[in-house]
């Protein structure tokens, strides 16, 4: 079954700040990869998602993550970062048609 | 409504205590999933639904979960004689496909049992 690792628990950023947030996924076939977003007490929020076509996609928010094939990741970045992007994130793989398997996740702080 | 909604969105049992937690689908969205997580770590799977039919219970824990979506909307996540290790954040999505393209999730009801 696919899988996915995020291979950071914890990263501390100060404001305006770059961020970037490692994901890496198990599979040799095609595969489709999502980042979620979960703010304190919410549900799970879609940041992005790749399907096809360009390996560079643009999410809500400001964020982006770029598909590399050979390497088998999928990092999440933001070139700038807000207070209110402290959050937990969520890298997901499909672990068959209809069902996801996700990271352990990565705690993002933002600190002023 | 506009999304997914659960409820309630915290819920507190006793040990042994059965409980249910509901949740709304986005209108029209054919499959449902219910979600396990708890602290500290990501979403695992419980069950998938395909309008009415329970197409996968697989990641149920044990015989003490039971799901249902008896008119292929809204669906119940019963557990019976609830223990501390029930203790997570129960969360549902539902999808417009039936592949996971793009699932939309609740807020989930955490569930502490004391």
């Known amino acids: 079954a696919q899988s996915v690792t995020q291979l950071d628990s914890q990263v501390p950023v100060f404001e305006e700040a770059p961020v970037e947030l490692r994901c890496n996924y198990s599979?040799?076939?095609?595969?489709?990869l999502f980042w979620y977003v979960q703010y304190p007490n919410q549900g799970l929020q879609l940041l992005l998602k790749?399907?096809?076509?360009?390996?560079l996609v643009k999410g809500i928010n400001g964020f982006e993550a770029e598909f590399n094939k050979s390497q088998t990741s999928f990092h999440l970045r933001k070139p700038s970062v807000h207070i209110s992007d402290t959050a937990e994130y969520f890298c997901?793989?499909?672990?068959?048609?209809?069902?996801?398997?996700f990271g352990a996740g990565t705690t993002v702080t933002v600190r002023a | 409504g506009a999304g997914v909604s659960q409820s309630p969105r915290y819920k507190v049992a006793k040990r042994g205590q059965d409980v249910a937690l509901r949740c709304d689908p986005i209108?029209?969205?054919?499959?449902l999933f219910w979600y396990q997580q708890a602290l500290g770590q990501g979403p695992e799977f419980l069950t998938y639904?395909?309008?009415?039919?329970?197409?996968?219970k697989s990641g149920l824990p044990s015989d003490r979960f039971f799901a249902e979506r008896p008119e292929g909307s809204v669906s119940t996540l019963k557990i019976q004689r609830t223990q501390q290790e029930d203790s997570a954040v129960y969360l549902c999505?539902?999808?417009?496909?039936?592949?996971?393209?793009?699932?939309?999730f609740g807020q989930g009801t955490r569930l502490t049992v004391v």
């Open positions: 999505a539902s999808s417009l496909a039936y592949a996971n393209t793009e699932a939309f």
């Open positions: 209108s029209g969205h054919v499959s």
């Open positions: 790749y399907l096809s076509g360009s390996t």
């Open positions: 639904f395909q309008n009415e039919a329970q197409l996968d």
């Open positions: 997901a793989v499909p672990a068959n048609d209809y069902k996801l398997s």
């Open positions: 599979s040799s076939v095609s595969v489709y």
